[in-house]
């Protein structure tokens, strides 16, 4: 059964630091690997998709990359701002069993200091 | 373009009434889903629906059952409402296959 794991569960950061989050997954069988931002009390905004066939993708100041051999993808944030804060939860598509079903981690909540 | 939208917003049960949750999306998508967050458990799927006229179910399919109404529409039915099923309910839609997965606002849910 794939397991989707992030860490840290909480990072707290000055505003105009860059930062890391990670995500890792037990099977590396994977078609894709989506990141998503949550606001407290709202839905799931899709932030980044990164296929199997690729290294990485890039919107703004997001950058997400994607190592199937090692079962990691992170999510790099530079010059955070207040904005920011808020929890990233990373999905994968795997392709065992059903290609349908996205296995989510338990996200980062992310807080942006002033 | 509205998206993924979801009725109710909010919704109180006591135990053992039924409720359906509403969802709608306006993107052409061909799969739909329901899935249930809880604090400490992450988001989880009760049942998808790959594409009109097809429903599966999920991880947690238990006490629910679901319709595709049309391609549009698919409905999340509660038919004996228990405590357990107190949680945040999202519907998300995409294409199909490894599309990007878009999420409708949420469902917040109480039983009594």
């Known amino acids: 059964k794939q397991e989707v794991t992030q860490i840290p569960a909480a990072l707290s950061v000055p505003e105009g630091e860059n930062l890391v989050l990670n995500c890792s997954f037990t099977d590396s069988a994977i078609y894709n690997l989506q990141w998503f931002r949550q606001d407290p009390g709202k839905g799931l905004t899709s932030l980044l998709l990164i296929q199997s066939s690729q290294r990485e993708q890039t919107s703004g100041r997001l950058n997400a990359s994607l190592d199937k051999s090692s079962g990691r993808s992170t999510l790099y944030i530079a010059a955070s701002q207040p904005g920011d804060s808020a929890t990233y939860l990373c999905?994968?598509?795997?392709?065992?069993?059903?290609?349908?079903?996205?296995?989510f981690g338990k996200g980062t909540l992310l807080t942006v200091n002033p | 373009n509205a998206g993924v939208t979801q009725t109710p917003k909010f919704q109180v049960l006591k135990t053992g009434q039924s409720m359906t949750l509403q969802c709608a999306q306006d993107m052409n998508h061909n799969s739909m889903y329901w899935y249930r967050q809880d604090p400490g458990m992450g988001l989880r799927l009760i049942y998808y629906s790959a594409s009109e006229g097809t429903t599966d179910k999920g991880e947690v399919p238990n006490g629910y059952n679901v319709s595709r109404l049309n391609k549009r529409e698919f409905s999340l039915r509660l038919e004996s409402a228990a405590p357990s099923q107190t949680s945040v309910y999202f519907c998300a839609s995409d294409l199909g296959g490894t599309d990007t997965q878009y999420f409708g606002p949420g469902t917040r849910l109480t039983v009594l």
């Open positions: 999905a994968d598509r795997n392709s065992g069993g059903s290609n349908y079903k996205l296995t």
